[in-house]
């Protein structure tokens, strides 16, 4: 069972950074797809970075294309999620999940095995 940690949020002011951290318990983290999830008051856990488990390739919604940045570092066991130019839409719970990767699609939180407690992120205006 892999437990994660999620660190690193906090309150921030429109057009500033955040960097997000979680941490693995595993040795296999190294085996693991990792993606980052966020979810605001009201709305639906949803879909905002991933990475594979060499941190080759990486995956963004949209809304966060050239703003964040995913990365990993498998000798620390740790995945980070680089948030700049953060908005007020930004604002929400930020989780880390972990997949052992079967080819389902990354934005898929059902396809995910193991999930942080979250970090809060709040950025104002």
């Known amino acids: 069972q892999v437990q994660l940690a999620e660190s690193g949020g906090g309150l921030v002011q429109a057009g500033g950074s955040l960097r997000l951290s979680c941490a693995a318990s595993?040795?296999?983290?190294?085996?693991?797809?990792m993606g980052w999830f966020r979810q605001a008051p009201g709305k639906e856990r949803e879909f905002v970075a991933a990475t594979t488990w060499s941190g080759g390739n990486t995956y963004y919604t949209d809304s966060v294309k050239g703003r964040f940045t995913i990365s990993r570092d498998n000798a620390k066991n740790t995945v980070y999620l680089q948030m700049n130019s953060l908005k007020p839409e930004d604002t929400a719970v930020y989780y880390c999940?972990?997949?052992?990767?079967?080819?389902?699609?990354?934005?898929?939180?059902?396809?995910?095995?193991?999930w942080g407690q979250g970090t809060q992120v709040t950025v104002s205006s």
């Open positions: 595993e040795r296999t983290f190294r085996t693991y797809g």
């Open positions: 999940a972990a997949t052992l990767y079967t080819g389902q699609p990354w934005g898929a939180a059902s396809g995910y095995d193991y």
